[in-house]
């Protein structure tokens, strides 16, 4: 059993002055957290000495492996500047010109600083553009924890309701959440009736284009260019949250890969490797109604643009910008799947991985996994049992069914040659 004393330990103390000893409830795991003590490439340390290669990637941003030289040599660079000065940085105008030959939606950019403030700016901006009120936002995503967004991510089914009309369903306390519309993710059936039936009301569709908070859902083929079709027609803009997906399948995210462009995208996480930094790009008539001078959204944030986060995401877009990377993580993901259903098969279990640009899950189910009602088709038990031997194999895997795992460029070949070892010995576990 891998040892976790110190762990414990830590979380012992930390419970007296702070909750749960974590800092975002996302990283509170039973029956304690795991506390690091350092990172490097693919690889993790925690405070009791064990070693993982590591599949989790701070939830998404790591994409070039853990304390990338070039990115840590940009930040050093701008550490003697004078920091958080009340001017504005060329860096951060340079960030801006890199997204807008990237992105294809980016004819405009601002920047902020985490994926849930870029969602509020949007949502606010979105309201501002169309002069309507309500969000309509796909059930089953995670698309940050403001008011409007942090509905249906994952519902109880009796709370659900009607899978062709979904309730709109608060995922915490606290929320004002009556502006937000529920749509089951890959039918387009059912999101045309909901839009147009709505459309008057609507000021956005906002959709994570790969659904990376079920696990990892791809869009079924033509799904996105019908959601296109179906708010120009009906004059309500389209957002892509591209905060986990971004950059991950192409250089321009999801949108260059499937060839769908939407109004306005929000991106973060792999945008500066690590560093806390977002963006809100698209149209620019849109974009401006923050406009300064003569805007009606007022934007804002103290930390926005800031040298730390625009330095490490200058020198993170150069490395992505080639293509390269994703070249190697798509490979490497479709070798992975490959490996895994090879195994799956060998062991007679109903499995299946589903991933791409270095993002995947496997379920325990002989299903499709293609919108949140079909992940209860999932077999939670062999999960836990496949989890808890990949985390005894030394490879960091999250205990939670629907989790998003992510390898990076940093992962070599002898990595993945020992995660598809831990893969061989978990499914026979499963199998046992
Ligand atoms: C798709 C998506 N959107 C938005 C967010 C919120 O981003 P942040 O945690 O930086 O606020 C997340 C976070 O995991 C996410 O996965």
Known sequence: MTKLQKSKEIY????????RGVQTNFKYIQPHPIYFERAQGSRIWDVDGNEYIDCVMNFGPCILGHGHLKVLEAVRNQLETGLTVGLETELSLEVCKKLTGMIPSAESVRLSNTGTEAMMHTIQMARAFTGKSKIAKIEGGYNGWSDDMLISYHPPLDKAGPADLPNAVPDSSGLRADSTIVIPYNNADIARKIISRNHDQLAALIIEPIMMNLGCVLPREGYLQEIREITEENDVP?????VKCGFKPAPGGAQEYYGVTPDVTVLAKAIANGFPLSAVVGKSEIINVTDPVDGKVLYGGTYNGNQMAVAAASATLDELRTGEVQAYLNKSTHNLIETFHRIAENEGISARMQGIGGNFQTYFTDEEVVDYRSTFSVEKEKYDI?????????????????????ISAAHVERDLEKLCDAMEAAMSEVKK
Do not use: N
């Not at 389209?238 to 591209?242: P, S």
């Not at 990949?390 to 069914?401: D, L, N, R, S, V």
């Open 238 to 242: 389209l957002i892509f949250d591209e």
């Open 386 to 406: 496949f989890q808890k031997v990949m985390f005894e194999e030394g490879i960091y895997f999250w205990p939670a069914h629907l989790f998003c795992h992510g």
């Open 12 to 19: 012992e103390s930390a419970k007296g002055y702070t909750v």
